[in-house]
């Protein structure tokens, strides 16, 4: 579970444990924005543990405070972390809906974690936790001398979506809205709301995208994803018309794509109605 850091600029971070399995996150991306007296992080992982591993690291580069945390949404791989740097201060951002989920769904998963002896070393610290600033458009935000705007395009990976982009920098974070060597997760998708979504980031002048999972790109990421859709739509398509079994039509249509476990929800919300 070693952390990996991607150096974007002088400016900006992404760590990720990699992998695709739930002690490593998910392979979920955190992104660590370094200002001038302050330092803003998007999605600190699925633990508390695993986000003091990276105030760590930050605490490696610079003595400046984490100021603000913003998740892009509720599920724990990007948000369950949170708590960890709330304690030291930071102020944590998370729109009204993820709010509402997180204080729904997170005291389940934490007691099942724990009950897991495979799991309970990564949960036995972690609490469940609603952040203490919930939005319903979006927060327009300065820290360290960076411009930040986080903003919701609506119901799209999930009810309570945020991205975050920095427009003097030229970073988008999109989240689960857009994964690179990933399926994405559609359990609490709106399929059309997801791709109006990806629709509206194509008119953002950004130069670097930070996915939820896999390596940083550019603006074809955002392409990249709108192409999985078309495709994976699809096969599914093509698979129940001739009475095949979708999720391995997904499977054989993107081979080289990790984390398959996601792919039955892939494969119920893209069915034909």
Excluded at 62 to 71: A, E, F, I, R
Excluded at 133 to 147: N, Q
Aim: proline share 7%; net charge negative; glycine share 10%.
């Amino acid at each position: 579970m070693a952390l990996t850091e991607t150096r974007l600029s002088d400016s900006v971070s992404t760590f990720t444990h990699g992998g695709e399995t739930l002690l490593e996150s998910y392979g979920s991306n955190a992104t660590v924005f370094f200002g001038k007296g302050a330092v803003v992080v998007v999605d600190p992982f699925v633990a508390p543990r695993q986000a003091a591993a990276l105030g760590a690291r930050i605490a490696e580069r610079t003595v400046d405070p984490v100021t603000h945390v913003v998740l892009t949404h509720h599920h724990t791989d990007h948000a369950l972390g949170a708590s960890w740097f709330a304690a030291l201060g930071a102020d944590v951002v998370a729109h009204v809906e993820a709010g509402r989920r997180m204080a729904l769904e997170h005291p389940g998963l934490v007691a099942e974690r724990r009950r897991d002896p495979s799991l309970a070393g990564l949960f036995d610290a972690a609490e469940a936790y609603v952040p203490g600033r919930l939005v319903a458009a979006g927060l327009a935000f300065e820290a360290g001398g960076i411009r930040f705007d986080a903003f919701h395009p609506g119901h799209a990976h999930t009810p309570g979506d945020l991205c975050v982009y920095t427009p003097g920098l030229g970073v988008l974070v999109a989240g689960d809205l857009v994964s690179t060597g990933y399926h994405p997760n559609l359990e609490d998708a709106d399929v059309a709301g997801w791709q109006a979504a990806l629709e509206e980031l194509r008119g953002i002048p950004f130069w670097t995208l930070v996915p939820g999972h896999g390596p940083p790109g550019g603006r074809e990421a955002v392409e990249d994803q709108l192409a999985w859709f078309e495709g994976a739509s699809r096969a599914v398509r093509e698979a129940v018309e001739f009475g095949l079994d979708p999720v391995a039509a997904l499977k054989a249509a993107f081979p080289d794509r990790r984390l398959a476990a996601v792919l039955p929800d892939a494969a119920r919300r893209l069915a034909p109605a």
